[in-house]
């Protein structure tokens, strides 16, 4: 079993809608969890980190479920913009700083 | 603040042929990370740095790969002989520290194709 899994979609979506992304990870010493972004053929960039229950940024809600492992995005009113690769990461308790993606989520926003 | 650069671009090389990648991090950034990201898949850590010391590289695969980071600068990656299965995009990324709450910052990466 991958330590953390993503659906990998994609998910297609009309402009508007409201989407959701689950991510499941098996080590339970994991203390911290992001979301990053990435483009087509660009570097990944960090749209939310999440330490405890949740994060909330404009149209972005990440939601943390210790109980069952899995961290989730939501992102509501989509734009046409948000297509993208969603890749969720976490972060082991050993403070080294690494992290461990999963294979992302690619959403694309129709018009 | 000039975000984590990264040289070459691109590079197209033959099997068992070799190449070296180089990456310079943000400035005052003390943790440096080289990954490897598969097309389709997340990136996968491949090394990790603490100045000039390696914290990590239990996913390096060290009969081909090695890296450096002698000055606790600047870092390069190296792959001798390369195989058909390296193709992939090789991400730096650094932090200022280790502990939870020290973003990480990608570079552009390298895009290796091996014919």
């Known amino acids: 079993r991958k330590e953390v899994e993503q659906d990998p979609g994609p998910f297609n979506v009309p402009e508007g809608a409201t989407v959701a992304f689950n991510c499941t990870y098996s080590?339970?010493?994991?203390?911290?969890f992001f979301w990053y972004r990435q483009d087509c053929r660009k570097e990944p960039k960090l749209l939310m980190s999440v330490y405890s229950s949740g994060n909330e940024d404009g149209r972005f809600t990440a939601q943390l479920n210790r109980a069952s492992q899995y961290i989730s995005l939501l992102i509501r009113d989509s734009k046409l913009s948000d297509s993208a690769t969603y890749l969720c990461?976490?972060?082991?308790?050993?403070?080294?700083?690494?992290?461990?993606f999963g294979q992302g989520t690619t959403l694309q926003v129709k018009p | 603040e000039a975000g984590v650069a990264q040289s070459p671009r691109y590079k197209i090389i033959e099997k068992r042929q070799s190449v070296a990648f180089w990456c310079n991090p943000i400035s005052g950034h003390a943790t440096l990370y080289w990954y490897q990201q598969i097309l389709g898949q997340g990136p996968k850590l491949l090394i990790q740095f603490q100045n000039n010391g390696v914290v990590d590289d239990s996913q390096l695969p060290k009969d081909r790969f090695s890296a450096e980071r002698l000055k606790g600068v600047d870092s390069t990656l190296k792959i001798q002989p390369a195989k058909l299965e390296d193709s992939a995009v090789y991400l730096c990324?650094?932090?200022?520290?280790?502990?939870?709450?020290?973003?990480?910052?990608f570079g552009p990466g390298t895009r290796l194709t091996v014919l």
């Open positions: 990324a650094s932090t200022r520290g280790r502990g939870d709450y020290n973003e990480q910052f």
């Open positions: 990461a976490a972060r082991g308790s050993s403070n080294t700083g690494k992290l461990i």
């Open positions: 080590n339970s010493a994991s203390q911290s």
